[in-house]
Each structure stands twice: as structure tokens, then as C-alpha cells.
T-cell receptor
Framework: GQNIDQPTEMTATEGAIVQINCTYQ??????LFWYQQHAGEAPTFLSY????GLEEKGRFSSFLSRSKGYSYLLLKELQMKDSASYLC?????????FGTGTRLQVFP | DADVTQTPRNRITKTGKRIMLECSQT?????MYWYRQDPGLGLQLIYY???????NKGEISDGYSVSRQAQAKFSLSLESAIPNQTALYFC???????????????FGPGTRLTVL
């Protein structure tokens, strides 16, 4: 079966660092994506990992361990505008399978 | 700007009505997708198409049909709408060429559909 798990909600303080975890069990694996989605808006692409290790892009980093079926998204120097849902998605052959998303609230 | 557009953005309809949601893109991508999003359930794939002559069912295709009229256009139809099809619907596109960053999907702004 296909299963992607993320925490439902997280809270953090402006300026802090937060790590959002994602574990997956899928029949195939051809890369893992992270998307950001503000309420009522379209998801927007944040990062992509296909090999093990850390990918860094500005304040955001994403890590993948294929042997553990595990990824995390790290957000540094949190800003109020980072309050959004973060979606983990695994590409299984040619389709994306999405987790239910983690709603992050950033407080002043 | 190259973009993904959806029409209508909001629609309220009654049970039993036929509804069509339209998606157009100017990105030149060959792959197009339709998803629905319900609170707490994430994005679920309804149908997808890798070119004009290719249509594939996703996880939740029952009660829906699609038409790929051209490379740039992909429509989703609800033949006889029912209340549990009330949701936010997203169209997305991606490119199949090698060298893209993993073939990320680009999403349209969404259509909020309410079936009474």
C-alpha cells in the first residue's frame, strides 16, 4: 500500500528553526517533493530530493534517507509568512502521492 | 508569464447537475493532472494525462471524467454532481523532459466547488 505520514500541526516562534518530518511507505520511489500551501491557495514547489542527503536552498533545507523511508524539511529564521501547510509528496513512477500536510503556525 | 489557469474559480451547483471545470496552461508542458483537496485529506489524484491521446485514472476517478482537448487544455467533468464532491479542485502540469528538477508539478489557483 501507499502511506505517507506527517504531523498534522506544529507551532513555532518567529526567528526559530523548525523541522517537519515525513515518513513514507510506497510501492515505488522516484523522488520526494516538498510543497508549501497557504490557506486557500495553490501548492508551490519548495524542494526535491532523489538521492540521500541534504539539499539546501536559502532558509529551507530538505533531507532524505531512502533506506529509512524518511525525509524532513528544515525551516530556519522563521518568518510570519512561513505560516502555511507543508506537503510531503513521493513520486511513485510517474505519479505524486501526497501526505495530508503539516499545518505550521508561526507566532511572534 | 507562463501560467496555469482554472475556470471557474468558484462554483455553486445543485445535486444532479453536470459541471465542467477547465484548465489551461501556457508552460508548454505535456503532462496534466486533476486533484481534489478536502480538509485533512491532502491532495488526491483524480485523473492524469501524459499527452493528448493519453488518459489515466487516479485514486478517486469514480464520478468524474476528463477530456484532453489539446496539449494546453485539460477539462474535468462531474456528470451528475453530488454533495460529497464539494471540495477544492486543482489542476497541475509538469514536463517530462530529462534535466528538469525532478519533474515538479505546477499548480493552478484552484476551483472551489460546492454541491448543494
Amino acid at each position: 500500500g501507499q502511506n505517507i505520514d506527517q504531523p498534522t500541526e506544529m507551532t513555532a516562534t518567529e526567528g526559530a528553526i523548525v523541522q517537519i518530518n515525513c515518513t513514507y511507505q510506497t510501492s515505488g520511489f522516484n523522488g520526494l517533493f516538498w510543497y508549501q500551501q497557504h490557506a486557500g491557495e495553490a501548492p508551490t514547489f519548495l524542494s526535491y530530493n532523489v538521492l540521500d542527503g541534504l539539499e539546501e536552498k536559502g532558509r529551507f533545507s530538505s533531507f532524505l534517507s531512502r533506506s529509512k523511508g524518511y525525509s524532513y524539511l528544515l525551516l530556519k529564521e522563521l518568518q510570519m509568512k512561513d505560516s502555511a501547510s507543508y506537503l510531503c509528496a513521493v513520486r511513485d513512477t510517474d505519479k505524486l502521492i501526497f501526505g495530508t500536510g503539516t499545518r505550521l503556525q508561526v507566532f511572534p | 508569464d507562463a501560467d496555469v489557469t482554472q475556470t471557474p474559480r468558484n462554483r455553486i451547483t445543485k445535486t444532479g447537475k453536470r459541471i465542467m471545470l477547465e484548465c489551461s496552461q501556457t508552460k508548454g508542458h505535456d503532462r496534466m493532472y486533476w486533484y481534489r483537496q478536502d480538509p485533512g485529506l491532502g491532495l488526491q489524484l483524480i485523473y492524469y494525462s501524459f499527452d493528448v491521446k493519453d488518459i489515466n485514472k487516479g485514486e478517486i476517478s469514480d464520478g468524474y471524467s476528463v477530456s484532453r482537448q489539446a496539449q494546453a487544455k485539460f477539462s474535468l467533468s462531474l456528470e451528475s454532481a453530488i454533495p460529497n464532491q464539494t471540495a477544492l479542485y486543482f489542476c497541475a502540469t509538469s514536463a517530462s523532459q530529462a534535466g528538469t528538477p525532478g519533474g515538479e508539478q505546477f499548480f493552478g489557483p484552484g476551483t472551489r466547488l460546492t454541491v448543494l
